[in-house]
């Protein structure tokens, strides 16, 4: 239900439309903070902050028992922006945690791409997560809602403590899990969440940008 509720959230007002450019940078994380990034909180409040990790400004988030996420309102097109890039760090994975399950919906790190729809029942989400026990590569809903698809981009703790990079292809993504072409995009989304499963989990995102280009 959270992650409904969420979702259903930042599609209250949306931005307008960004020039047409091969790059659109979705965090700043360096210069402008958390400008223009937006909190929901759902159970506690999942503490983000900006530090400064191994020569670099990124964001770290830390939830104990918590869930709370921030939201980048923006429409893009995810034929034209298609190439979603970014990099992240866990501390480790969930052990309590697993994708099928509503008390094990909890995840140390995701990255959200919402496409709202004419009403909110009709908003749709790829949920790009670092999961628990899914294999990577393979998609499921999520428990809360069939709207959402959790795509596994990392899983398990082996690369735990290591900074990843990751592009996925929004449009091939959505055709694969959805079976039809996206409308337009309404926002970006990070969270960071231990609140069904009470565990505690620290992760750590670099900057996030969309691109015309692989």
């Not at 919402?114 to 009403?119: E, H, L, S």
Request: charged content about 25%; cysteine-free.
């Amino acid at each position: 239900m959270k992650l409904q509720l969420f979702s259903v959230a930042l599609l209250l007002s949306v931005s307008n439309a960004f020039a047409q450019a091969n790059d659109i940078a979705v965090s700043r994380f360096a210069t402008d903070g958390l400008k223009d990034w937006e909190s929901k909180s759902f159970k506690g409040t999942t503490d983000y902050r900006i530090v400064q990790e191994e020569g670099r400004t990124v964001l770290k988030a830390h939830a104990k028992s918590a869930a709370s996420g921030l939201t980048k309102k923006l429409k893009f097109s995810p034929q034209t922006y298609r190439y979603l890039k970014w990099n992240w760090k866990v501390s480790g994975t969930i052990a309590g945690g697993n994708e099928k399950t509503k008390q094990g919906d909890d995840y140390a790190a995701r990255v959200y791409v919402v496409f709202p729809g004419r009403f909110f029942w009709q908003m749709r989400a790829l949920n790009y997560i670092w999961a628990n026990k899914l294999p990577k590569g393979e998609f499921v809903p999520n428990a809360f809602t069939s709207n959402a698809m959790l795509l596994a981009v990392e899983s398990g703790p082996s690369k735990a403590g290591q900074w990843v990079s990751e592009e996925r292809d929004i449009l091939a993504d959505f055709r694969r899990v959805f079976g039809e072409d996206p409308p337009e995009a309404g926002a970006i989304a990070i969270m960071t969440d231990t609140d069904n499963t009470g565990a505690e989990a620290t992760a750590w995102y670099g900057e996030i940008s969309l691109s015309t280009k692989p």
